[in-house]
């Protein structure tokens, strides 16, 4: 079952965003990717079933990965956003804990995120 995101919209640099997902994958590793059209697609951060995290070099510190209690739905909590920010991004399930496409065999559809300067 595909994973469904949600919680994209617009709004101004410096604001904040939380995404969520709702997936049946509870027992993967579950990960946020965001791509800008054009380029490649980029792991923004990822959860392993044990909780730990591993975030990209432009999310640390600013956004936060969590999951409910019954893993059910994931969440990207999104701060001090930035126009760099802006993407499509995308809800992931997987086998590791590493930003890889390759790792992710279940991927949703996308919410957009636009930041404005």
């Known amino acids: 079952v595909q994973p469904v995101e949600s919680g994209g919209g617009s709004v101004q640099s410096g604001g904040s965003l939380r995404l969520s997902c709702v997936t049946s994958?509870?027992?993967?590793?579950m990960a946020w990717f965001r791509q800008v059209e054009g380029k490649g697609r980029e792991g923004v951060a990822v959860?392993?079933?044990?909780?730990?995290?591993t975030y990209a070099p432009s999310a640390r510190g600013r956004f936060t990965i969590s999951q409910n209690g019954a893993k059910t739905t994931l969440y990207l909590q999104m701060n001090s956003l930035k126009p760099e920010d802006t993407a499509m991004y995308y809800c992931?399930?997987?086998?590791?804990?590493?930003?890889?496409?390759?790792?992710?065999?279940?991927w949703g559809k996308g919410t957009l995120v636009t930041i404005s300067s």
């Open positions: 992931a399930a997987g086998r590791c804990l590493l930003l890889e496409d390759y790792c992710m065999d279940y």
């Open positions: 959860i392993g079933v044990d909780g730990k995290t």
């Open positions: 994958y509870w027992n993967h590793c």
